[in-house]
Structures are given as structure tokens and as C-alpha cells.
């Protein structure tokens, strides 16, 4: 099975640009990594997708290097909204996917 | 208006007895999840089925039982023998079997509180 490994926590400011770094050591050539976002007493909700180099929407980027070992949720601008856990997953060979523990993001003012 | 509905929102029970949580979709998706979520913790799979009449234990099914009858149904039963059955369960639903990248909608879930 596929693992990753995100930072426990992290603490930002309203305005920043927050990077969040997802390892993932065997993932496959063509393993999709998927971030979730959950707020508290809610279901995750799906951020972005992507399996190579950038991948982008209107709420997030996902970049994955050439040797796709890691991978980085960037948010642009937070704001307090974007306090939440965020979930990196990566594809596995069977039929399910693999929640962790996710990284705890606190937005300061 | 489509979505992924779970009932009760809070569920009181008492040591010993068997609850069911109803889990309902509109989506007209194959695949349907359960998973357990404690305090601090990240989501666990209990369950999962991609296809009516068929489902699969996920990393903690011990204590569980679930039925997929019908493909917008998959209840819940948390049974006497989980031994810590108290915590937040969600739902979840993704359209097609197999494809586990697929984007899974999630219920809003349902505390369970045993007494």
C-alpha cells in the first residue's frame, strides 16, 4: 500500500501563501495523489487531483516533481476559512484509498 | 437536489446494544464507504462496497456489519462485540466501482455516543 506522510500541524497568517508537503516514496507511475479538506464535525471535501508537474483549480495548486516522491498543496491568500485538515491520499492497488491523519492547518489573524 | 444524506445526526445508545446508522444516496453511485473517525484522528475505512449485494471489510470491520441492498442504501450496524464504538461516523459515496481515485462525497455524519 502506498503511504503518506504530512506534518502533523502548521500555523499561518491571513494573506499567506501556505505550502503543505505530502511524502509518498512507492507510489506508481501513473498514481493519482488526491487532497481532502475537513473542517470540524463536517465529511472531508475534495480539493485537487493530480498524478504529474501542476495541476490547478480556483482553490488550490498541486505540484509533483519529476520523481514524484512528494508532493505540495498550495493555498493562495488563506484566510481564517481555510483552518481545517488536510488530507493527502495516494492510490493504492486495490479498491480503497487511505485516509491519515492529515495536517492540522491554523490560520491566524 | 443531489447529496449523501445520514441519519441520525447524534445517536444516543447504551452499552450492549446493536445501532444502525442509515447512510442514503441520490447520486446514483456505485461505490459507498463507511469510515470511523475519533477525536484528533484521521478517517478509518470500516466498509466499503461497489456494487449492490457485495462489500468488503475495510481496516477495522470488527464489531460491524453493513448491507448494500439497494445502490443508494448502506447501512451501519455498530454491534455489542465493538468494543469502543463511541465516535464520529461518516459516509461517503464515489461514482463508479474500482476507480478509487474516483471523488468521494461525503455524508455529514453521524456522532454515536454509547453510554
Known amino acids: 500500500l502506498a503511504k503518506t506522510t504530512q506534518p502533523i500541524s502548521m500555523d499561518s497568517y491571513e494573506g499567506q501563501e501556505v505550502n503543505i508537503t505530502c511524502s509518498h516514496n512507492?507510489?506508481?507511475?501513473?498514481?493519482?495523489i488526491t487532497w481532502y479538506q475537513q473542517f470540524p464535525s463536517q465529511g472531508p471535501r475534495f480539493i485537487i487531483q493530480?498524478?504529474?508537474t501542476k495541476v490547478t483549480n480556483e482553490v488550490a495548486s498541486l505540484f509533483i516533481p519529476a520523481d514524484r516522491k512528494s508532493s505540495t498543496l498550495s493555498l493562495p491568500r488563506v484566510s481564517l476559512s481555510d483552518t481545517a485538515v488536510y488530507y493527502c491520499?495516494?492510490?493504492?492497488?486495490?479498491?480503497?484509498?487511505?485516509f491519515g491523519k492529515g495536517t492540522r492547518l491554523h490560520i491566524l489573524p | 437536489d443531489g447529496g449523501i444524506t445520514q441519519s441520525p445526526k447524534y445517536l444516543f445508545r447504551k452499552e450492549g446494544q446493536n445501532v444502525t446508522l442509515s447512510c442514503e444516496q441520490n447520486l446514483n453511485h456505485d461505490a459507498m464507504y463507511w469510515y470511523r473517525q475519533d477525536p484528533g484522528q484521521g478517517l478509518r475505512l470500516i466498509y466499503y462496497s461497489q456494487i449492490v449485494n457485495d462489500f468488503q471489510k475495510g481496516d477495522i470491520a470488527e464489531g460491524y456489519s453493513v448491507s448494500r441492498e439497494k445502490k443508494e442504501s448502506f447501512p451501519l450496524t455498530v454491534t455489542s462485540a465493538q468494543k469502543n464504538p463511541t465516535a464520529f461516523y461518516l459516509c461517503?459515496?464515489?461514482?463508479?466501482?474500482?476507480?478509487?481515485?474516483?471523488?468521494?462525497?461525503f455524508g455529514p455524519g453521524t456522532r454515536l455516543t454509547v453510554l
Open positions: 493530480g498524478y504529474k
Open positions: 512507492n507510489i506508481a507511475t501513473n498514481d493519482y
Open positions: 461517503a459515496s464515489s461514482p463508479r466501482q474500482g476507480y478509487p481515485t474516483d471523488t468521494q462525497y
Open positions: 491520499l495516494a492510490e493504492n492497488r486495490d479498491d480503497k484509498i487511505i
